[in-house]
């Protein structure tokens, strides 16, 4: 409340979007909470990104104030006068009660809630499209509220539940659980970045027993040689998604963690996140319900689940095609993009863009997914993102990035260059002008020089599948 009034003092209006740079802090509680008290939209910006894409969404957004972490003053100070619509910043230092933020919070008297109604919107979670373009995901009241009754149902939260935010608040998958944690009333503790012996440490000191990690987080704490020295008998629940899960990883994890208790949950940030729930029970690895582990789960409370062919026709059980999604976590659209918005969502489906098929018990398995999303470490980069950036050099005459496999990170970013004709080109060069424009994540880990030209289908598009084979048998 103290934080809505100082953002009501400055002249927030109702609807206006605010806007948030930082690691994980008790902060972005007040953040998420504040800015909606006060009539406002949270706009959570990822820390990873390169500073062009913070200052295309904070433009895209109208993001009129900005809640940063001093760490990132510099980088925000070095951009401000590229910003069209940003008033001002207010810095904290989390943890420092003499940071202006504070002192603006100590001022000022807390205000009455502003009353948001349920299809009001609360949040816009800005996601890697394959465009390349960040996408500014637009949730309501509605949405994050029934995700986050879904989550304490299906993670059986309560006030003895001590939970870790160990993933990062400014994506929607631990951003969202700032509400369901808050709603569900239980202890929080927050990592402000991913260490595994941080991690592990803090299950050990806070007496942890639930939280949520990505695939390639559990590949770490499996693989971390000093695991058997932390006391973890308080730890009851890992929750797992954002990315496939290799079966060896969860397997190793289930023999190393036997207390442990796996569940997870498949979704994006246009479903609130979550659309599908594994729960703890299929988590075995031998018995009638072992070959559960390949699916995802079967639909959360209130959402419908079916598999359509191309025409939207929903097909039989065991076929393959579109996995659509319809229930009141369905996003509102795209933030002032109409039009991908008309394609994402069509009769109140939302088209995910992922391949999968259902069982007759309603089961869903994702086969692959349809959209070039390489999903690296549990963070989505758009191929087409770091195209673009590669076809800024002269010298190429055409590129493909996809993923290829990484025993830590699940894909790695890979990238085929065909040099233009009498020019010179190096893996070097490529990957070293990547890094000069793109977030690290979203840069080559390799790159293959080839002389001959790219195989095209037969409407001209690169053939990626092609390309993608030699890597990955398995999948044809």
């Known amino acids: 409340a103290a934080l809505a009034g100082v953002l009501r003092a400055w002249g927030l209006q109702s609807g206006e979007r605010v806007a948030m740079l930082s ?24 820390n990873r990104l390169s500073t062009t894409d913070l200052v295309y969404i904070l433009n895209h957004s109208g ?21 069209a619509t940003l008033e001002r910043v207010l810095y904290f230092r989390p943890g420092n009660p003499h940071s202006e933020y504070e002192r603006l919070l100590d001022a000022t008297s807390p205000i009455p809630d502003q009353l948001r109604g349920y299809e009001d919107l609360a949040g816009i979670f800005y996601t890697s499209g394959t465009t390349g373009r960040p996408k500014g995901v637009m949730l309501s009241h509605r949405n994050l509220l029934w995700n986050a009754m879904s989550g304490i ?58 939280m949520l990690l990505v695939p390639t987080m559990i590949g770490r704490l499996v693989g971390e040689p000093t695991l058997a020295e932390y006391d973890l008998r308080s730890l009851r629940t890992i929750a797992y998604g954002a990315s ?9 994890a289930l023999r190393k963690l036997p207390g442990v208790g796996f569940c997870q949950a498949y979704g994006m940030t246009e479903l609130s996140p979550a659309a599908t729930f594994l729960e703890r029970r299929y988590h075995v690895l031998e018995g009638p319900d072992a070959g559960r582990l390949r699916s995802c789960g079967r639909a959360v409370w209130g959402a419908e689940v079916r598999i359509a062919d ?12 579109e996995i659509l999604v319809r229930g009141p976590m369905v996003m509102q659209g795209y933030w002032r993009d109409p039009d991908a918005t008309a394609g994402a969502v069509r009769d109140g489906w939302m088209h995910t863009g992922d391949a999968g098929y259902r069982d007759a018990e309603g089961f869903v398995y994702l086969v692959d997914r349809i959209k070039d999303i390489i999903i690296t470490g549990g963070v989505n980069v758009a191929s087409a993102a770091v195209e ?25 970013v890979h990238a085929v260059v065909v040099p233009r004709a009498g020019s010179l080109l190096s893996p070097e060069v490529v990957i070293a002008h990547c890094r000069e424009r793109l977030a690290g994540y979203q840069c080559p880990r390799s790159v293959e020089i080839r002389s001959e030209p790219l195989p095209l289908s037969g409407t001209g598009k690169i053939m990626k599948n092609a390309l993608r084979r030699p890597y990955w048998p398995a999948q044809g």
Request: hydrophobic share 45%; glycine share 8%; charged share 20%.
């Open 23 to 46: 690691h994980n802090c008790a902060e972005y509680f007040e953040f998420s909470y504040g800015v909606p008290w006060a009539g406002g939209v949270i706009v959570p910006l990822n």
């Open 63 to 83: 993001a009129r104030f900005l809640v940063a972490d001093e760490d990132f003053r510099a980088q925000v100070e070095g951009f401000t006068e590229q910003l």
């Open 153 to 210: 149902i299906n993670y059986q939260l309560d006030e003895r539940t001590v939970y870790l935010h160990a993933t990062p608040l400014f994506h929607a998958a631990g951003g969202s659980r700032v509400f369901t944690m808050v709603a569900a009333g239980v202890t929080n503790v927050i990592l402000p970045r991913f260490d595994i012996r941080e991690l592990l440490r803090a299950v050990e000191r806070h007496h942890v027993t639930s």
């Open 244 to 252: 496939p899960m290799p079966q060896a990883v969860l397997a190793e």
């Open 310 to 321: 191309e025409q939207g026709a929903t097909l039989a059980d065991g076929e393959v095609g």
């Open 388 to 412: 673009d950036c590669i076809h800024e050099l002269q010298q190429v005459a055409e590129c493909a990035v996809f993923g290829i496999p990484h025993p830590d990170w699940v894909e790695a």
